[in-house]
């Protein structure tokens, strides 16, 4: 089952399940480093355990925030909540 859903990433987010993969390619870009703290704060409360977040490819979680590890996963770089399942 996917459910899509827009939101507005800055403002208070609305009840949701935890995600098992969060799309945020070429969003983080364009914001100062303490919104994106405050975002990948809320994403990484939001992620399953076993959850993976795709950014673009100038974007990543390091010196940001420390929930997430870097995996190379299918060729490509994403991000998973460390202590998650591996790929695979």
């Given at each position: 089952m996917v459910d899509f859903r827009d939101l507005n990433l800055i403002q208070s987010w609305?009840?949701?399940p935890l995600m098992d993969v969060v799309l945020m390619r070429n969003v983080l870009i364009y914001l100062d480093a303490e919104t994106k703290k405050a975002i990948l704060a809320r994403v990484a409360r939001q992620t399953a355990p076993d959850g993976y977040l795709i950014l673009g490819g100038a974007e990543t979680?390091?010196?940001l925030?420390?929930?997430f590890e870097?995996?190379?996963l299918g060729g490509g770089m994403c991000f998973r909540l460390k202590g998650g399942a591996k790929p695979g």
């Open positions: 609305p009840t949701m979680t390091t010196s925030n420390e929930s870097s995996v190379l």
